[in-house]
């Protein structure tokens, strides 16, 4: 069906960056969603940054933790959604998942997940 793999995490200093991507493939007709999530020990999933496209357009949206610091891209062409993360903290230490609602060529609508990349933010 469609598969999820997202790359870029690891170990960084607070105030440092890193780049996550995560690409699609698999039967895809068109992907009208793709977002990031995290989960933190102990605690729940939660949004991270989100894109929806329609046509020619991309809607954003951020949790209020990551405001001004994280920027989410996608590349169309490629199935590919991307999380730029600067000015990183100690809290945003987490595994952070890619999400993406994918019309299939066979399977029609479905939400998929990938496996996850840990980012740890420590000195």
């Known amino acids: 069906q469609v598969q999820l793999v997202e790359s870029g995490g690891g170990l960084v200093q607070p105030g440092g960056s890193l780049r996550l991507s995560c690409a699609a493939s698999?039967?895809?007709?068109?992907?009208?969603?793709m977002g990031w999530y995290r989960q933190a020990p102990g605690k729940e999933r939660e949004l991270v940054a989100d894109?929806?496209?329609?046509?020619?357009?991309?809607?954003?949206n951020y949790a209020d933790s990551v405001k001004g610091r994280f920027i989410i891209s996608r590349d169309n062409a490629l199935n590919t959604v991307y999380l730029q993360m600067n000015s990183l903290k100690p809290e945003d230490t987490a595994v952070y998942y890619c999400?993406?609602?994918?019309?299939?060529?066979?399977?029609?609508?479905?939400?998929?997940w990938g496996k996850g990349t840990l980012v740890t933010v420590s000195s």
């Open positions: 894109i929806t496209s329609g046509g020619s357009y991309n809607i954003t």
């Open positions: 999400k993406a609602v994918v019309r299939t060529w066979t399977y029609g609508v479905g939400e998929y």
């Open positions: 698999g039967s895809i007709f068109s992907i009208n969603y």
